[in-house]
């Protein structure tokens, strides 16, 4: 395989490397508020993965696309962005984006950042299992979702159907010496994007091939073989990715981080504003 592209993912990191664990309550005066819809969000619940707490999140049911708010983050990140994909019920959102790019641009939005691929996970398996009605889903109104909502939800994460389409994730793999350590959960702070962890990566499935859901590591990479998405397992220099095309359902921890496409967006999630 061809060597990753090479680039510096911790250059933004430098001025904020000593100060891990920055809550979104520390950088929520920061931003423009995004004032969506509490029904266009879903609740993802807390969740305990090996040592570490994740506290309730509201996760956007669609992709982000343009609004007034999206404009003046563009105007100030000096991006030009444009809806440039739909999803399948006609929803825009904005593609032609890096990972860094989609990183900031959520970051720059009141009290928001780009999912990790851990966090990604637990919300897929929530949908999924919401939509075989095994639990309850909540929007953003406390009202619980019906089975049918919550799969296409799923389906436009991860449904294996045309057209391909897929999501920035905020998780990267960055080598120090020879080993990969995997940052995730950037905040936007003062300007930089500041990962609120950096933890040696865990064993895991170190080839790609098609594995389970049931078998994830504490940072949501799989361990196991299965039939559930296909695994492309963690390179340096790499950031993660969700995509779906009609053949396959990929779990992508291999992506150059200057890729984009019409079709690769990111998503709006904020902490519960009330767990």
């Known amino acids: 395989m061809a060597p990753i592209y090479q680039v510096d993912l911790s250059k ?3 001025e904020g490397f000593g100060k891990l664990g920055y809550s979104l309550s520390e950088v929520s005066a920061q931003g ?3 004032d969506i819809d509490p029904n266009k969000l879903f609740i993802l619940h807390e969740a305990t993965h090996s040592t570490r707490k994740y506290a309730p999140l509201e996760v956007a049911k669609h992709r982000l696309g343009m609004s007034e708010p999206v404009r003046k983050v563009a105007a100030n990140l000096e991006l030009d962005l444009s809806d440039t994909a739909k999803e399948r019920d006609g929803t825009p ?6 990972n860094e790019q989609g990183l900031r641009i959520v970051g720059s939005l009141k009290g928001a950042r780009a999912w990790s691929l851990r966090r990604g996970m637990d919300g897929l398996l929530h949908l999924k299992a919401g939509a075989e009605g095994k639990v309850k889903v909540y929007d953003g109104n406390k009202r619980q979702m019906s089975r049918e909502e919550c799969g296409v939800v799923y389906d436009e994460m991860f449904g294996k159907r045309d057209s391909w389409r897929g999501e920035h994730l905020n998780t990267w793999f960055v080598p ?13 702070a003062s300007g930089n994007l500041v990962a609120q962890s950096q933890e040696e990566l865990e064993n895991c499935l170190m080839q790609d091939t098609w ?18 998405f296909y695994s ?18 990929f779990v992508d921890c291999c992506r150059y981080p200057r890729s ?3 079709a690769l967006g990111v998503r709006y999630v904020r902490e519960a504003r009330s767990a």
């Open 12 to 14: 933004d990191e430098a």
């Open 32 to 34: 423009i508020d995004l």
């Open 93 to 98: 959102y904005i593609g032609n984006i890096t």
């Open 176 to 188: 120090k010496g020879k080993t990969l350590y995997v940052h995730s959960d950037h905040v936007l």
């Open 211 to 228: 594995a389970s859901f049931n078998d994830l590591t504490s940072q949501g990479i799989a361990t196991k073989t299965g039939n559930d």
């Open 232 to 249: 492309w397992f963690p390179r340096a220099n790499a950031v993660a990715w969700f995509r779906a095309d009609s053949g396959r359902a």
């Open 260 to 262: 984009s496409g019409p």
